[in-house]
Each structure stands twice: as structure tokens, then as C-alpha cells.
């Protein structure tokens, strides 16, 4: 039996742990016994780890008490990760059962504990978008690439954010079993088996904010509902009774992206659903999301996802119809 640990740590993100166990909980469903995974939760301390979200996991044991000797071992992030101090003892333990483990990988920003190991150097590796500048400037002799979903170099594998940890374990479980296990689980799991673009779908453009009164929330809800119309900063400046100098300064502080940029994701976003969802010409698409023509919204897919949109949509058609 092929066995999978995860070691979690006080104010660990609960999904970078669950959703790979689930992946491969799921995929014992459609293996013969004697080839199921065994699973096992491994603590930084002893007793109950509480998660960021509140709660409370009660691992197998702790690192201590064991070999280190796993199929795979996967280490998981969390919000406060990087700040984090642990003993020596855990890097020890890391480097030890990284030579004693099959697989040793990450989970979202999990990727700092393998770096403290010494276990990334030299390696091509990802962690979430929002850490990703902070591993490349601590670890410079780590590759960080920031847009990939998750990467294997060797017998390691690091994921981004949260849920790019399941996008992972899929990866992990084809490479095993084949693809079509991999999809019977992603079904069981509605999930697609690959999914399509990486990390920068989900950087800074469409993410939603939390303050309700922030000029980002208002410039967001504003350019969702007018992805067709002028939004030009002149524009957007004076929808929100600012000079265009003061709207840009205070946009790019809370946003970290500027207005112009948050505006091409936006419709490029908006663009990527309607090719995802319908089938509307690629000129008409640029229409409704504000790019004027297909030629120039040709050229920004091109320059951000490094595809043409009607390569986009068949790429997508055709997952869809391998995935069903």
C-alpha cells in the first residue's frame, strides 16, 4: 500500500491539508485494496493543531515519532507561514525524510519550510502568487516561478495557492495510476483534471476586497458593470470626484496593480468566460467586454496568457469534452 502524509502546524490553511487527503481518499474508492493509500496526518507538536480557519485537527503523531519514510510527504502552508519560527529539530527532520520519502512536496506557501530545509536550492519550484516574491528574494538560489499552478523537478513537487494543491495531488495520482483515475476522482470531486491558465487568473484583477468603502471595491463593482464603456482614467477618475493624478496614486497603493492594468484583466477575465461559456464570435466577445475589436484583444491574450482566444476556446472545448 503507497502511503501519503501531511504535516500540518498551528494556523495551518485546513484545505491545503484536506483537499489533497480527499484526492487521494477518493481514489481509493476505485483501487483494489491492496493498493490503496494509507493516509496519515503528521503534527509539528503533540496533540490538537487549531487552522487559521478555526478548526482543529488532531494528527496521527507528531514529527518526532516518526521515520520519515513516506510515498509521498507533503508539507502545507498557511496565512502566516513565512513569519513562522520552528525548531531546528523540523528542518532536520525534513532533509531526513526527504531522503527516506519517494515524493516530498509542498502546498501553497508550505514551500517555506522545504526552503528553511535547504531542500530548494537549485530547484524550479512554485508557491502562491502573493509569497512567490518573498521565497525568490530569501532563497535566491531557488527558481521561483510564480504562474505555475504546480511543478515537479524531480522527486519534489511544489503547488501554488490553496486549491493548486488538489490541481497537484491530480497530477500525483495520474502520474501513478494512470489519467483516467485521475479523472474518475476529479468527477467524484467536480473538478476539472487540468485546469486551464496559471496563477495570474487569480491575482489582484477580479479579487474581491473586503473593506466596503475602499476606492478598489468602487472602481471594481464600477468596471464589472461597464466592461463595455469608456473606462479610461479620465473616465474612472471622474466617476469617483478624484483628478486623475490623485485616482491613480491611491488606486495603485491599495490595489499594487494600476487602473489600466486592473481594467485589461478585468475584461480579459470577462472575455475568458464568454469563450469558456457560450459561443459567441471572438468579435463579438471583444465588443462586449470594451477591447473595441478582435484584433486587440487578440494581442492582449497573446501578451498575457501567451494564446490567441480562439485557441483559448478550443483548448477549453476540448478539456470539456475529454472531462465528460
Known amino acids: 500500500m503507497k502511503t501519503v502524509a501531511v504535516l500540518v502546524f498551528p494556523g495551518v490553511q485546513s484545505l491545503d491539508a484536506t483537499g489533497p487527503l480527499d484526492v487521494f481518499a477518493e481514489a481509493n474508492r476505485f483501487l483494489p485494496p491492496e493498493a490503496h493509500y494509507t493516509l496519515e496526518i503528521l503534527g509539528t507538536e503533540a496533540g490538537s493543531i487549531r487552522c487559521a480557519n478555526g478548526l482543529e485537527i488532531r494528527p496521527a503523531q507528531s514529527y518526532v515519532d516518526s521515520a520519515g519514510a513516506y510515498d509521498v510527504l507533503l508539507v ?115 473538478l476539472f483534471t487540468h485546469r486551464t491558465g496559471g496563477q495570474s487568473q487569480f491575482s489582484p484583477y477580479l479579487t474581491a476586497y473586503n473593506e466596503a468603502t475602499s476606492l478598489v471595491t468602487g472602481v471594481q463593482q464600477f468596471v464589472l458593470a461597464n466592461l463595455s464603456a469608456d473606462l479610461s482614467l479620465a473616465v474612472l477618475a471622474q466617476n469617483f470626484n478624484m483628478s486623475v493624478r490623485n485616482f491613480s496614486r491611491v488606486f495603485s497603493r491599495e490595489a499594487n496593480v494600476t487602473a489600466s492594468d486592473f481594467v485589461e484583466g478585468a475584461r480579459l477575465d470577462a472575455a475568458r468566460a464568454l469563450l469558456e461559456t457560450t459561443t459567441k464570435p471572438v468579435k463579438t466577445i471583444a465588443y462586449e467586454c470594451g477591447f473595441l475589436d478582435a484584433h486587440r484583444m487578440r494581442a492582449t491574450f497573446r501578451r498575457r496568457l501567451g494564446i490567441s482566444p480562439q485557441d483559448y476556446r478550443a483548448h477549453f472545448l476540448q478539456l470539456l469534452s475529454t472531462d465528460n
Open 76 to 190: 502545507t502552508g498557511g496565512p502566516e507561514l513565512p513569519s513562522q519560527q520552528f525548531d531546528a529539530s523540523l528542518y532536520e527532520w525534513l532533509r531526513a525524510a526527504s531522503e527516506r520519502s519517494a515524493c516530498i512536496g509542498s502546498v501553497c506557501n508550505g514551500a517555506f519550510f522545504l526552503a528553511r530545509a535547504g531542500l530548494l536550492d537549485g530547484k524550479r519550484v512554485t508557491t502562491h502568487w502573493n509569497d512567490a516574491p518573498r521565497l525568490a528574494a530569501e532563497f535566491p538560489a531557488t527558481t521561483v516561478s510564480a504562474d505555475q499552478l504546480y511543478i515537479q523537478d524531480g522527486k519534489l513537487v511544489t503547488s501554488a495557492g490553496v486549491t493548486a494543491g488538489i490541481d497537484m495531488s491530480l497530477y500525483l495520482l495520474a502520474r501513478e495510476h494512470g489519467r483516467e483515475l485521475a479523472l474518475n476522482v476529479a468527477k467524484r470531486l467536480l
